[in-house]
């Protein structure tokens, strides 16, 4: 439970059809909502008035150093994480089930997402919510197979307008918590979060007081045959794809890549490609013996390289150790570190985390 109107109208269309609720929140990190107490106040006094029952875990620390530090661990490799999806795969359908689990009977789990639970050539998957717009399904394209059958997303056939249209005749709250594409814990500027917890960790050589991080100094901006162009404030202000905020004459100019180890920043006219590697693959197609199979080279489908935008028709083939090479039909921006995830219509059949180009 968040508070906010898609959660609550989840746990009312369970309790109107039969199951005993329990409204779990767990907490995020010190300045979310989800752990403000009174905002937790606010969301147990909802449970009391929707007639279920509340429960709070305490998980800040996990998700300090479940997500929080993946985001800037990345950032300092020259990746662009999508800390939404580390939260949903690490903690919300990760330790929070596990810490539910030892505290309660047998459970379907249940949130607020736009997405519905499918069935792809006879094994169960993701499918895309019935509302195009808000369809949460690429969020959450990690969660384990193995969770799936025990999992309910009542708004998944339902329109966001209808949900709070829904919610206003019954007089819930209206408002949401930010939106599953937004960092939660970034209040202004994402450096600042990096600057912190990069000093904390010693990611990267820090001076005897814990403040310069070479990410976060000047450095040099090159082209693709490494001439140089200009100067940058540090590679951790910019992502791959990134045209604004260079300074660059003779434009437009697009970040091609991000080398951590030099703190450059190349750019080029042109940022699409039409072939890059997919790691950490989570695969909802399994074999006869359950396992997960990688798709045979040549298979044809469509991947989504960031949240909302068009799928792309493209042919995946195997490239070892749990890699996948991936042929778009047309050039697209890619962004290491973001996903790209993989459908066959509206069925979502698996994804991984975008590679950086070999030798970056």
Not at 54 to 65: E, N, S, T, Y
Request: net charge neutral.
């Amino acid at each position: 439970m968040s508070g906010g109107v898609d959660s609550s109208m989840a746990a009312v269309l369970l309790r109107e059809a039969g199951y005993r609720v329990i409204g779990a929140v767990h907490d995020l990190h010190p300045y979310s909502e989800l752990t403000d107490p009174e905002h937790i106040v606010e969301i147990e006094k909802l449970c009391k008035r929707l007639g279920i029952e509340f429960l709070r875990l305490p998980m800040a620390d996990i998700f300090l150093h479940q997500v929080i530090d993946d985001f800037a661990a990345s950032y300092r490799d020259g990746v662009t994480p999508n800390p939404c999806v580390r939260c949903n795969e690490r903690l919300r359908f990760g330790r929070f089930i596990e810490e539910l689990k030892r505290r309660l009977p047998p459970f379907f789990f249940s949130t607020g997402h736009y997405v519905r639970i499918g069935s792809f050539r006879g094994r169960t998957c993701l499918r895309r919510g019935v509302d195009a717009k808000k369809d949460q399904s690429y969020m959450l394209y990690r969660i384990r197979p193995e969770l799936l059958d025990r999992l309910i997303f009542p708004l998944g056939e339902l329109a966001k307008e209808e949900v709070v249209r829904r919610a206003k005749e019954m007089d819930l709250p209206t408002a949401g918590v930010r939106e599953s594409q937004d960092a939660c814990f970034v209040e202004k500027d994402y450096t600042d979060i990096l600057r912190e917890r990069l000093s904390a960790a010693g990611g990267g050589p820090v001076d005897s007081a814990g403040s310069r991080i070479p990410g976060l100094e000047p450095g040099v901006i090159r082209d693709e045959n490494g001439a140089e162009l200009g100067r940058h404030r540090g590679y951790l202000h910019y992502t791959v794809g990134q045209r604004k905020g260079l300074d660059l004459s003779n434009g437009p100019w697009y970040v091609s890549a991000l080398d951590a180890r030099t703190n450059t920043v190349y750019v080029a006219r042109n940022p699409g490609v039409d072939e890059f590697e997919v790691g950490e693959l989570n695969w909802f197609l399994s074999g006869a013996e359950g396992e997960a199979v990688i798709p045979a080279a040549g298979m044809t489908t469509e991947v989504q390289i960031r949240y909302q935008s068009r799928p792309r028709i493209c042919a995946l083939s195997p490239a070892g150790n749990q890699t996948l090479r991936v042929r778009l039909e047309e050039p697209a921006g890619v962004t290491p570190g973001q996903s790209a995830v993989f459908y066959s219509g509206e069925y979502l059949i698996g994804g991984g985390i975008i590679k950086p180009p070999a030798g970056a």
